[in-house]
């Protein structure tokens, strides 16, 4: 596979001349990477099966893992989906357009590749004015996984999207930096209560005040098993450097002293240490090479720069990658630390 990817930067100048370019491909069954306010995603059109099997392609991803199908209207829903719940009315009124995806009894229009044999279909519908007018310009809905090869750390920046990407897709919309940094929250909502199927972007907290009993669906450490079963995407690794990575969780001041024992002892041994911390626990430990995960009471710090830490540590030729699980748990806390546990080869 090694096809032209071109690269459009977007600017409020080529805007409407950029959309239309980036539209063109994905109606001509081609893929094209975007930015979304999480993660950027891989578009293809979600109806067209050819199309659909390029992204599975491209990214090595397995062919039972579904992909998330992107909206610009809710009358674009109705037309893939069968009955909908009136609690997770609820939800799309509260958080769409944002960082939230529901899983619903699919009709028949969306193809097998794209739910990956599934009667259900996952959708959402983006906070970013560019996925939003890509979909309306391509008059179709977008399913886009996020757009790295199938394992690796989700991409930020179009930087990261060429990284991974480069030669085995048509395009990339460039533009910078995410909003977010961590993908959408998955909720089932084919039954009478929701089920988390993947923390994310909505914290669980803010579905549960919607949604009363909306149950966890999900283990961050589990890879197979049960919950595979519900959400196929959790069976696999993902997030991962190809530097070894050790998770140190626990209080503040229990993870500065673990941390400063290992990075004593990885010395002694003459190992090159990465550090992604906190800055409270920045102020009593370093080591050969930095990232910060921001503040530990502001969680959203942390998903902002995880991936792009994750990705720069990873080229820095280091030995062990020694991640601060401190952060705090709630609201996007619970999926930086879903995403940091999934990709750890140990968790101390
Ligand atoms: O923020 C996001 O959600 C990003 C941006 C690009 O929108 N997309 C994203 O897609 O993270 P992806 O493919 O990396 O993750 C999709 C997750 C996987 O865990 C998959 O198994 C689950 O959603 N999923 C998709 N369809 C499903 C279905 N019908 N039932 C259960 N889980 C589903
Ligand atoms: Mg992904």
Redesign the pocket.
């Known amino acids: 596979m090694n096809i032209t990817t071109e690269v459009f930067r977007i600017d409020s100048i080529n805007f409407e001349e950029t959309i239309k370019k980036a539209a063109l491909i994905l109606k001509k069954g081609g893929i094209v990477a975007f930015p979304?306010?999480?993660?950027?995603?891989?578009g293809a059109d979600a109806l067209n099966p050819e199309a659909v099997r390029k992204i599975f392609r491209a990214k090595g991803?397995p062919a039972d893992?579904?992909?998330?199908v992107?909206i610009a209207s809710k009358e674009q829903l109705y037309k893939l989906v069968m009955e909908v719940p009136v609690y997770a009315t609820g939800l799309m009124d509260a958080f769409w357009p944002g960082?939230l995806?529901l899983?619903l009894k699919?009709k028949n229009v969306v193809p097998d590749i794209t739910?990956?044999g599934?009667d259900?279909?996952?959708i959402?519908m983006?906070d970013n004015h560019i996925?939003l007018e890509l979909i309306r310009e391509a008059g179709t809905p977008i399913a886009?996984?996020?757009?790295?090869v199938s394992g690796r750390p989700?991409p930020t920046d179009a930087e990261h999207v060429i990284a991974d990407l480069a030669g085995r897709i048509n395009a990339v919309i460039d533009d910078g930096s995410v909003k977010?940094g961590?993908?959408?929250t998955?909720v089932?909502v084919t039954g009478d209560i929701p089920v988390i199927?993947?923390p994310?972007?909505i914290g669980i907290e803010d579905i549960r005040k919607l949604a009363g009993d909306a149950v966890i669906g999900y283990n961050d450490r589990l890879v197979g098993g049960e919950e595979a079963v519900?959400?196929?995407?959790?069976k696999y690794t993902h997030y991962s450097p190809q530097t070894e990575m050790v998770l140190v969780e626990g209080k503040g001041g229990e993870v500065s002293d673990k941390i400063s024992e290992l990075v004593a002892t990885g010395h002694e041994n003459g190992m090159l240490l990465g550090l992604l911390i906190t800055e409270e626990t920045a102020s009593h430990v370093s080591a050969d090479e930095m990232y910060s995960l921001g503040e530990r009471d502001k969680p959203e710090q942390a998903a902002r720069s995880l991936f792009t830490g994750l990705r720069w540590l990873d080229s820095r030729g280091l030995d062990v990658i020694i991640v601060d699980g401190s952060v705090k748990h709630e609201g996007i806390g619970a999926a930086v630390l879903n995403r940091l546990r999934k990709a750890a080869d140990r968790i101390i």
């Open positions: 979304t306010e999480t993660v950027y995603g891989l991803r893992n579904p992909l998330i992107h960082p995806t899983v699919r739910t990956g599934l259900t279909v996952a959402r983006p996925s886009a996984p996020s757009a790295n989700s977010i961590v993908e959408s998955v089932d199927l993947r994310g972007g519900r959400s196929p995407g959790m």
